[in-house]
C-alpha cells in the first residue's frame, strides 16, 4: 500500500465514521509501510507528528475503551465504545481509563 492509500483511507474514514475497529487495521497499515523499503521522504508523512500519530493517539483511546471495566458491563448496552452507559450520561475518566476501575454501579455481562 502506499503512503497516499492510506492517508486516503484516513480522510475517508475520518469523515464516515463507522466501525471503530477499522482503525487498527490502519494502524497496522501505516506500521507495515514504515518497515517497507519505500523512501524516506514517503514515511515522514506518517511521523512526527503526522498521520502516524493521530491515528496511534485513536487506537490508544480505543484500546482503553476496549479494556475498562465498562467494556464487560451490563449497563453499556453492549456497545464498548459509547460515551454513556444506564447510569452516567459520560462515564467518568476514573472508570473508564483504569483497566479495572472501580464502579459501584457494575454488573457482569
Same mark, same amino acid.
Not at 500519530?53 to 465504545?81: F, H, P, Q, T
Given at each position: ?9 484516513? &480522510?475517508? #474514514?475520518?469523515?464516515?465514521? *463507522?466501525?471503530? !475497529?477499522?482503525?487498527?487495521? $490502519? ?15 514517503? &514515511?515522514? #508523512?506518517?511521523?512526527?507528528? *503526522?498521520?502516524? !500519530?493521530?491515528?496511534?493517539? $485513536? ?15 451490563? &449497563? ?13 450520561? $459520560? ?19
Amino acid at each position: 500500500m502506499e503512503a497516499q492509500e492510506i492517508i486516503d483511507w484516513i &480522510k475517508q #474514514k475520518q469523515k464516515k465514521g *463507522g466501525d471503530p !475497529e477499522e482503525w487498527f487495521s $490502519i494502524l497496522k497499515a501505516i506500521n507495515e509501510f514504515y518497515d517497507s523499503d519505500k523512501p524516506e521522504s514517503e &514515511k515522514r #508523512k506518517f511521523y512526527p507528528l *503526522g498521520y502516524g !500519530e493521530s491515528v496511534g493517539m $485513536i487506537c490508544d483511546g480505543l484500546s482503553r475503551c476496549r479494556n475498562c471495566i465498562c467494556a464487560r458491563c451490563k &449497563k453499556k448496552g453492549g456497545d464498548i465504545y459509547s460515551d454513556s452507559c444506564d447510569i452516567y450520561e $459520560i462515564v467518568p475518566k476514573e472508570i473508564w481509563t483504569v483497566k479495572d476501575g472501580n464502579c459501584q454501579y457494575y454488573e457482569e455481562k
